[in-house]
């Protein structure tokens, strides 16, 4: 058996070591300590806020993003449907209720227009929203202007959830930076790892300010343990936060190893009928943090979970497009606007092995797999 093909290993080098091995010698292990200072105040400058926070993930970072912007039990957030679950478990930690939002096919992202919708509606019955969560997916920003515009209209605060987006731009800025608050991920599998961590971004001191004493068990000022407020244990580790230093001074380059590898496959498969990668928005830089496909069943010859389980007989990783979270049994009963985009997304959708340590070697198995899928069928259909 070959060795394994991952969907998006982390990626590690030298500066990472060398960071970590400051961080033993220093005996600075805790949760506290200097590079988790300079990781906050280097990351904030990456994406261009004057405020950033270190979590211990980008589920912390949102679940405390959510609780400042004022949600509790009985309100109603609207999000993407087009996600990772962790993107709406917060809003039912807090008590509040998802309303799902269908995506748009120029970036797979939330449909403004479709926000637009919601929001006009719900003034009218008087339910306007309590937040509302737009999601940056697969290394691709959201149109943020109109949906940015659509939230102010109607004074409801925009959460960016940019757990997927570092290193992209909107407009030649950072998305997860035009919102009240912005969060990232810094998960194994991401762009940028810690191998578990986050970070919370605003351009509200105070608001962050906030974040920082409830993520560190909402101790208040004084000599002996005194808390007013219920609080987290959510604060990143100065080791981890080490390793973070180390990713982000490569993190274009990385960027740029994503984006070579999906201009290998896109030239790889450029023959094959029935097969398209999820587009480019030209608003902004599309990391291909994971590379995407749909493919068309009756154009190629074989359906996407054909092609996944053909890929998974070689040891390569793939995965479906995330199956949206209105068809999820545990988000079932709640609302949604639409959802028909999404769903066609992830019948027919699957994300590549992207990794930006891949060789030259592996994006090669990858695509002869692919194409044998497609020969095979061909052949028995005669076309």
């Known amino acids: 058996m070959s060795s394994r093909i991952y969907l998006s290993s982390p990626h590690m080098g030298a500066l990472e070591r060398g960071y970590v091995e400051d961080a033993f010698a220093s005996n600075w292990i805790a949760p506290l300590g200097p590079h988790v200072d300079a990781f906050q105040e280097e990351f904030a400058r990456c994406v261009g806020t004057p405020h950033a926070l270190a979590l211990s993930s980008g589920t912390a970072a949102l679940h405390l993003a959510l609780q400042l ?78 949906i940015i515009a659509a939230c102010d209209r109607y004074g409801v605060p925009v959460v960016e959830d940019a757990a997927e987006a570092l290193g992209s731009t909107y407009k030649g800025k950072a998305p997860g930076t035009f919102g009240r608050v912005g969060i990232y991920s810094f998960n194994g599998n991401k762009i940028l790892t810690t191998s578990g961590g986050g970070m919370l ?8 300010q906030h974040a920082l004493k409830l993520a560190t068990q909402a101790r208040d000022l004084a000599p002996h343990y005194q ?13 981890l936060a080490a390793i973070g230093r180390g990713q982000l001074h490569v993190l274009e380059d990385r960027v740029a190893a994503r984006r070579a590898n999906h201009a290998f496959y896109a030239n790889a498969f450029e023959d094959l009928p029935g097969l398209a990668f999820m587009p480019e928005a030209s608003w902004g830089r599309h990391t291909r943090w994971l590379t995407t496909v749909t493919i068309d069943p009756e154009a190629f010859g074989a359906d996407r979970e054909a092609v996944r389980t053909a890929l998974e007989r070689e040891n390569i990783e793939a995965r479906p497009v995330w199956k949206p979270m209105h068809l999820q049994p ?54």
């Open 69 to 146: 912007v004022g949600v509790g039990p009985g309100d109603e957030v609207l999000v993407s449907t087009l996600t990772f679950s962790a993107s709406v478990n917060p809003i039912r930690y807090l008590g509040a209720s998802p309303v799902f939002i269908d995506s748009e096919r120029t970036s797979w992202n939330m449909d403004p227009a479709l926000l637009e919708e919601e929001l006009a509606m719900r003034a009218r019955t008087g339910r306007l929203p309590r937040a509302v969560i737009v999601v940056h997916l697969y290394g691709q920003s959201a149109d943020l202007d109109p």
């Open 227 to 239: 808390h007013s407020e219920i609080g987290y244990n959510y604060r990143l580790s100065n080791v």
């Open 330 to 383: 545990v988000f079932a009963s709640f609302e949604r606007r639409r959802g028909s985009v999404a769903e066609s997304l992830f019948e027919h959708g699957l994300c590549l092995p992207s990794g930006s340590n891949l060789t030259h070697h592996d994006l090669t198995r990858v695509v002869e797999v692919v194409r044998r899928v497609h020969r095979h069928q061909a052949r028995r259909t005669g076309s």
């Open 201 to 208: 971004v605003s351009p509200d001191g105070e608001l962050v």
